[in-house]
Nanobody
Framework: VQLQASGGGLVQAGGSLRLSCAAS????????MGWFRQAPGKEREFVAA????????HYADSVEGRFTISRDNAKYTVYLQMNSLKPEDTAVYYC???????????????????WGQGTLVTVSS
């Protein structure tokens, strides 16, 4: 599956952004999906994951309660709603699809089948 992320930009601390990731292919609903991020000078880290049905979600502790991952299988799209943004959320955000048939849990370990291109989120203080 090919992925195209969008929605990044510059926002003040406390603000909100919604990232979108559009997927190609009618098998989108068979893939667990996730978001990762990489801040300048740091390693890429897991942000959030969602099961193929959307019934299960999981978040990194650093974003729990502020970010919400969701998906619309009819539109082949996964979203990341980011609220109460902090300067430390500044990073390039990447969407990812799990391997075909794998669990959302595998995404936490970066067992990724496909990566989207990154979208930059900058949070000013």
């Amino acid at each position: 599956v090919q992925l195209q992320a969008s929605g990044g930009g510059l926002v003040q601390a406390g603000g909100s952004l919604r990232l979108s990731c559009a997927a190609s292919g009618r098998t989108f609903s068979s893939y667990a999906m996730g978001w990762f991020r990489q801040a300048p000078g740091k390693e890429r880290e897991f942000v959030a994951a969602i099961s193929w049905s959307g019934g299960t979600t999981h978040y990194a502790d650093s974003v729990e309660g502020r970010f919400t991952i969701s998906r619309d299988n009819a539109k082949y799209t996964v979203y990341l709603q980011m609220n109460s943004l902090k300067p430390e959320d500044t990073a390039v955000y990447y969407c990812a699809a799990g391997k075909y048939g794998s669990s959302w849990y595998d995404l936490i370990s970066e067992l990724v089948g496909s990566w989207g291109q990154g979208t930059l989120v900058t949070v000013s203080s």
